[in-house]
T-cell receptor, first 115, second 112 residues
Framework: NAGVMQNPRHLVRRRGQEARLRCSPM?????VYWYRQLPEEGLKFMVY????????ESGMPKERFSAEFPKEGPSILRIQQVVRGDSAAYFC?????????????FGPGTRLTVL | EDKVVQSPLSLVVHEGDTVTLNCSYE??????LLWYKQEKKAPTFLFML????IEKKSGRLSSILDKKELFSILNITATQTGDSAVYLC????????????FGQGTRLTINP
């Protein structure tokens, strides 16, 4: 049973370009969460999605960032016009039900570097 | 503001030592507390704790939660170099929907 898959594992962008990060949840999981980890900091919640729905995007910057989880295919975190401060590790997690005591399982992360 | 604080931030011990990692929290709508181990890749799940005073154990690792004093500890006995990692504590809250609030992590280094 494959775990949470993320790609690419490393992404380098120049300032002003767009970054697209992909996440395929564990088989049987329909709840996806995105977290950002800045250097030497803990993970910070960004957004929680179910298939075709954004449930909670309270941790996501209002501008330049968007997320989707279409009916078919992976969840996408999109960052437009990247800036140096966007450099971080972006982790995706998935769970089976989104319930209060449902465990979130994490992918290996995408390390974004903005030059 | 919901807050999770881990201590120490960094710990270096010798192989065979026992270590205790601490996690305290101040959150609204607490549901559970989770420990993860993060090496150079994905945080891997260790424990989920929901009830006070009930120890969870897996091999040399164990953890317990105190919901009255709002903290948890993670113990590792007979440490090995493979235990070197960042250990993350996270609290699951319900704020509209479920989310995890993470501490900064404790970087544990086990020297041979």
């Amino acid at each position: 049973n494959a775990g949470v898959m993320q790609n690419p594992r490393h992404l380098v962008r120049r300032r002003g370009q767009e970054a697209r990060l992909r996440c395929s949840p564990m088989k049987g999981h329909s709840h996806v969460y995105w977290y950002r980890q800045l250097p030497e900091e803990g993970l910070k919640f960004m957004v929680y999605l179910q298939k075709e729905n954004i449930i909670d995007e309270s941790g996501m910057p209002k501008e330049r960032f968007s997320a989707e989880f279409p009916k078919e295919g992976p969840s996408i975190l999109r960052i437009q016009q990247v800036v140096r401060g966007d450099s971080a590790a972006y982790f995706c997690a998935s769970s089976s039900s989104g319930g209060a005591t449902d465990t979130q399982y994490f992918g290996p992360g995408t390390r974004l570097t903005v030059l | 503001e919901d807050k999770v604080v881990q201590s120490p931030l960094s710990l270096v011990v010798h192989e065979g030592d026992t270590v205790t990692l601490n996690c305290s929290y101040e959150v609204t709508n607490f549901r559970s507390l989770l420990w993860y181990k993060q090496e150079k890749k994905a945080p891997t799940f260790l424990f989920m704790l929901t009830s006070s005073g009930i120890e969870k154990k897996s091999g040399r690792l164990s953890s317990i939660l105190d919901k009255k004093e709002l903290f948890s500890i993670l113990n590792i006995t007979a440490t090995q170099t493979g235990d070197s990692a960042v250990y993350l504590c996270a609290v699951s809250i319900i704020q509209g929907a479920q989310k995890l609030v993470f501490g900064q992590g404790t970087r544990l280094t086990i020297n041979p």
